[in-house]
Structure formats: C-alpha cells, structure tokens
C-alpha cells in the first residue's frame, strides 16, 4: 500500500489547502509533494541544493543521505528531532526555510509501512493492517508539536 497521491490529487491537495495551485497536466520541475510539520502551516516540497552558509533566500528540501543531513543539522539546529531505528530508513533529507531553523524531513508513506510492519511483528500476524498504522500515525506522530525541532513529512506524488 503506499499513501502516494496522483499528480491530480495532489494538485487538488495543493488547492485545496491554500499552499499553491499547480496545473496537473503541465511538468511539475523539482516538486516532490506536499510538507507538513506539526504547528505549522502547509508547504510545497521542491528539491533544491543545499543552501550556503548565510541567510536562505530560498524554501526547499535538499534530498541527502542521512549522515550528510544529521552533521547539517547538527550544526544548524541543534534541537532538531530524529526518528531512529529502522525509521532511519524514511529520511528523505532537509527542509531549509527562510527565517527558521531547518529540519528533518521523512517519507509520510515510508513511516506508516513501517509502522504497520512494526505492529504485524509484534502481533505475530503476518497482515498488515494499513488502517491502524495510519491512525497512529496522524494522531501520535505527525500532529505532535516537540518545539522548533520537530521533523516534517513529505507526502509525495506519482507521475
């Protein structure tokens, strides 16, 4: 299962949400889906570089590895929150925003596959149960307000 949206659904996502309103039938260029962290407000993820040392004069996710982006981050926020044992695997990268500090950022879809693998083990049952897993994951996780650390998840979209 994979909470992935549709370039039209995410567009209507977009709309619907006041972030942007983006032509599904046209190219979509860096755009990777849709940002959300905990009390704060909506954001269209687009894949940029890594900023250099200074102001950011531009929003966006740079995709890295996770030990480039724990040493950024690190040295940039240092009350930056990270998800770790096998939800290390869902890091996508760093969310630079002007005038805040960057964070963490995670694979929406990722974090709740493994949420749901995590319960069938610990259940001894070899199904999935996708509904609970996405349950979790929206009332204990993705809505949770840990301070100007909190990690962002990335809602992606299939071409």
């Given at each position: 299962m994979t909470l992935d949206l549709s370039k039209v659904e995410m567009a209507a996502l977009l709309g619907d949400l006041g972030v942007v309103h983006l032509d599904p039938s046209r190219e979509w260029v860096g755009v990777l889906g849709l940002l959300e962290v905990s009390g704060g407000s909506p954001a269209l993820?687009?894949?940029?570089?890594?900023?250099?040392?200074?102001?950011?004069?531009?929003?966006?996710v740079a995709l890295l590895p996770l030990a480039w982006g724990l040493h950024y981050l690190r040295e940039r926020n240092p009350d930056a929150m990270f998800m770790d044992g096998p939800y290390i695997d869902c890091f996508v990268g760093i969310w630079s925003r002007i005038g805040d500090p960057p964070l963490p950022v995670y694979d929406r879809s990722k974090?709740?596959?493994?949420?749901?693998?995590?319960?069938?083990?610990?259940?001894?049952?070899?199904?999935?149960?996708?509904?609970?897993?996405?349950?979790?994951?929206?009332?204990?996780?993705?809505?949770?307000?840990?301070?100007?650390?909190?990690?962002?998840?990335?809602?992606?979209?299939?071409?």
């Open positions: 993820g687009v894949a940029r570089p890594l900023p250099s040392p200074g102001p950011v004069r531009e929003e966006g974090v709740v596959h493994r949420l749901a693998v995590d319960y069938a083990v610990s259940q001894g049952d070899a199904s999935l149960d996708y509904g609970q897993a996405v349950e979790h994951f929206e009332s204990d996780i993705g809505s949770a307000y840990i301070g100007e650390g909190t990690p962002a998840f990335l809602t992606r979209y299939v071409d």
